[in-house]
């Protein structure tokens, strides 16, 4: 037997259902369009409503995605709809799932992962997209405060002379 925990509501509290898909990048930008009406056919088989469709380019491990953000930080919104867990976030789930779930909130993943090894497989592959972008983002980063110190120098020069 499957027991199924239903999103528990205030009394009188209204169910404020949005639907957010995310694609990692513009070239992907026809999936997003497809994900989104996924979701709210979604929505209807259940019988919700759906108030507002969030739509997103950007990478999963970026915590600054400001559509996201904006949409965490709406009280008013009670249920959060993604196709996979991956679509909020790479990391950190759980964590955002509980702090919404402090406020009367939720998240409802449709395509949740029956298989723990495609979990697995999944993480070590967003670890080392993490790693990787971390990586290259430092050599950039490097690049970047090299040239800022060498036009500082330059500009010093230039008064002094």
Not at 10 to 23: L, W
Not at 24 to 46: G, H, I, M, T, V
Not at 53 to 82: F, H, M, Q, W, Y
Not at 143 to 155: N, P
Request: charged share 30%; net charge positive; glycine share 4%.
């Amino acid at each position: 037997m499957i027991i199924t925990e239903e999103i528990s509501e205030q009394p009188g509290q209204e169910r404020i259902v949005v639907v957010y898909a995310r694609v990692s990048a513009n070239e992907n930008r026809p999936n997003l369009d497809a994900q989104a009406e996924r979701l709210c056919a979604y929505c209807a088989a259940k019988g919700w409503k759906v108030v507002k469709v969030v739509k997103e380019v950007g990478s999963g491990v970026n915590d600054g995605r400001k559509k996201l953000l904006a949409l965490l930080a709406d009280p008013t919104v009670t249920v959060i709809v993604v196709e996979h867990k991956d679509r909020l976030t790479r990391f950190g789930f759980k964590y955002i799932e509980t702090l919404l779930a402090l406020q009367g909130r939720s998240i409802e993943v449709v395509n949740v992962t029956e298989n723990p090894i495609e979990d697995i497989i999944a993480d070590f592959v967003s670890i080392l997209y993490s790693f990787c972008a971390r990586l290259y983002g430092q050599r950039r980063a490097k690049r970047k405060t090299e040239k800022i110190v060498q036009d500082l120098r330059e500009e010093k020069e230039e008064k002094s002379a």
